[in-house]
């Protein structure tokens, strides 16, 4: 695939994505890096990350493994005094290993919480700041935006959860490649919902549509949605929900005007239709999602800025 072409490191990566997922699941099975059952755990990242670790932190507590939180690297409550604020390990998700606010936290965390470490570079510098480390390079990326490794990530640990991803690696095979429909690559603007773990996933959703089209793009819990939001619905535009629909939303969805996608796909495949949507709609625009505008592939602050 000639690099002169937009996104092709994004195209790449993203129609890899089925495969990769099932190595993630494979791996995941063969390992036991991750807290045990029972453990109080927060879990960290920044931009993609901290919404995959939203996905995991709702999934790994509605199961009944323990009490899991999800901060943004920036703005955790790790060192609080408060009883209620001790966590018995924190599980940090970053594809660079690079980012200045998880490498800090890691770094004042030694020798005092347990920590695990996902990510995608396994040169880099985070490897010698966690205690444990889970290394998904075949799932690493060149493209800005991301996709696989993100989705990797969750799909490893919803496998570590005891949850079947089957359905999302068979779906995903057919959403990566299906063609986008003008009325999808000419829509003014998207709403992605979720519910219980997908809500994250519809925050990552909407971030791609940022970033790669810098187009019009919200997020919301899904029964949040009619609590002021669905005004924006108009013909022209897009809902989209991942996961269960709550009751009711259909026939009012219907009175909008808006496209309401609501496949009854796997969640996550339905957010590697996303990434499917979002390229095409850049390219429609002359934008480039492997180089998008104001971003890097990692954020390093400078300390003395």
């Known amino acids: 695939m000639s690099e002169n072409i937009l996104g092709a490191f994004m195209e ?3 129609v890899s994505q089925p495969a990769v ?10 390992e036991q890096l991750l807290p045990a059952d029972g453990q109080r755990v927060a879990v960290v990242g920044c931009g993609t990350s901290w919404f995959m670790a939203q996905s995991y932190a ?20 790790l060192n609080s ?33 347990p920590t695990v470490a996902i ?3 396994t040169s880099s510098p985070i490897v010698g700041l966690a205690d444990a480390v889970i290394g998904l390079p075949y799932a690493d990326e060149r493209s800005v935006v991301q996709t696989r490794f ?14 079947d991803v089957q359905q999302a690696i068979d ?10 429909s003008r009325e999808l690559l000419d829509a003014e603007q998207f709403t992605f919902l979720g519910t219980g773990w997908t809500v994250g996933l519809a925050h990552e959703a909407a971030l791609k549509m940022r970033e790669a089209v810098q187009g019009w793009t919200e997020s919301y819990s899904a029964m949040e949605y009619r609590h002021g939001p669905i005004s924006i619905a108009a013909p022209g535009r897009v809902t989209w929900l991942f ?10 969805m219907e009175a909008t005007g808006a496209l309401y996608v609501r496949t009854g796909k796997h969640p996550l495949a339905e957010l590697a239709r996303v990434h499917k949507v979002t390229l095409e709609r850049a390219r429609s625009r002359g934008l480039n999602p492997d180089l998008p505008r104001n971003l890097t592939r990692s954020v390093i602050l400078n300390a003395s800025a």
């Open 243 to 252: 996961g269960d629909q709550p009751d009711g939303l259909d026939k009012d």
């Open 171 to 180: 779906d995903a095979r057919d959403a990566v490649s299906a063609p986008v």
């Open 150 to 163: 993100a989705t990797s990530a969750l799909v490893y640990l919803l496998t570590s959860l005891g949850m």
């Open 12 to 14: 790449e990566e993203l």
């Open 119 to 121: 990510i995608g570079d």
């Open 58 to 77: 709702v999934a790994r507590e509605s199961a009944g493994k323990g009490m899991t939180d999800a901060f943004a690297a920036s703005e955790a409550f």
């Open 21 to 30: 997922w099932q190595r993630a699941v494979e791996q995941a099975r063969a």
């Open 81 to 113: 005094n408060s009883p209620d604020r001790q966590y018995d390990a924190v599980v940090a998700i970053t594809r660079s290993g690079t980012t200045t606010e998880v490498l800090e936290l890691l770094g004042a965390l030694q020798g005092l919480v």
